[in-house]
C-alpha cells in the first residue's frame, strides 16, 4: 500500500518559490503506470489539480498556474517534488500529494496535507 | 478545461435516508469520473473511480453510475460515518479539475 507524506515549509514570503517534496514508501515511484501528483485545496472547499508526473517522468500542468509550477521526481530518494514559483496570496492552500495508479483508477492514496501560507 | 458542477451544494438528510448526488461536465468524459469523500481536517479518500467502479474497502452502500456528462454518486442507507463533503473529478484530458463539492449535513 503506498503511503506518502509532504514535506516543506509552511510559510513562503510573497514572489519566492514554495518547495515541497513527498516522500513516497510501500511502492515505487518508477512503476509503470502511476501518477504522481500535486492537489491544492484553498480555504473554504475548492480543490485544484497543480499538476502531475506519469511513470515516463512526463510533467503536465494546470495551465491556471502560467507556468510557475515544476514537478519533479527522484528516483535515488524514491520522492517527487513541486516547485512553485513566484508565489503570490492566491497560492495559499493545504497542498496534498497524491497516488494514481492509472487515468482509470482515480488517486487512490493521499499524503495527510501540508498548509502554505503565502505572507510577508 | 472541462467544467464539472455538482448539486445540490449541501443537503440535509437523516440517517438510513437514500442520498443521491448529481455531477455534471462541461464536455463528454466517457466514464473518466472519479467520486470522493472528505472529513474536516481530513485529506478526500477515492469512493468510486471510472464511474461505477468500488474502490477497494469502500462500503457497498456506495454506488456510482453515469456516462457522458451525467454522474450520480448514490449512498444507499446514510450512516454516521458518511456525513461529509463529497466531490466528483474528470480525468478524461490532461486538465484534471474536480467539482465545487456536496456537503452533506445531519437533518
Known amino acids: 500500500q503506498v503511503q506518502l507524506q509532504e514535506s516543506g515549509p509552511g510559510l513562503v514570503k510573497p514572489s519566492q518559490t514554495l518547495s515541497l517534496t513527498c516522500n513516497v514508501s510501500g511502492g515505487s515511484i518508477s512503476r509503470s503506470g502511476y501518477y504522481w501528483t500535486w492537489i491544492r485545496q484553498y480555504p473554504g472547499r475548492g480543490l485544484e489539480c497543480v499538476g502531475y508526473i506519469n511513470y515516463n517522468g512526463i510533467p503536465y500542468y494546470n495551465p491556471s498556474l502560467k507556468s510557475r509550477a515544476t514537478i519533479s521526481v527522484d528516483r535515488s530518494k524514491n520522492q517527487f517534488s513541486l516547485k512553485l514559483s513566484p508565489v503570490t496570496a492566491a497560492d495559499t492552500a493545504v497542498y496534498y500529494c497524491?497516488?494514481?495508479?492509472?487515468?482509470?483508477?482515480?488517486?487512490?492514496?493521499w499524503g495527510q496535507g501540508t498548509t502554505v501560507i503565502v505572507s510577508s | 478545461d472541462i467544467q464539472m458542477t455538482q448539486s445540490p451544494s449541501s443537503l440535509s438528510a437523516s440517517m438510513g435516508d437514500r442520498v443521491t448526488i448529481t455531477c455534471r461536465a462541461s464536455?463528454?468524459?466517457?466514464?473518466?469520473l472519479n467520486w470522493y469523500q472528505q472529513k474536516p481536517g481530513k485529506a478526500p479518500k477515492l469512493l468510486i473511480y471510472?464511474?461505477?467502479s468500488l474502490q477497494r474497502g469502500v462500503p457497498s452502500r456506495f454506488s456510482g453510475s453515469g456516462s457522458g456528462t451525467d454522474f450520480i454518486l448514490t449512498i444507499s442507507s446514510l450512516q454516521p460515518e458518511d456525513f461529509a463533503t463529497y466531490y466528483c473529478q474528470q480525468t478524461h484530458n490532461t486538465v484534471w479539475t474536480f467539482g465545487p463539492g456536496t456537503k452533506v449535513e445531519v437533518k
Open positions: 497524491v497516488f494514481g495508479s492509472g487515468t482509470s483508477a482515480g488517486l487512490d492514496a
Open positions: 464536455q463528454s468524459i466517457s466514464t473518466y
Open positions: 471510472a464511474a461505477s
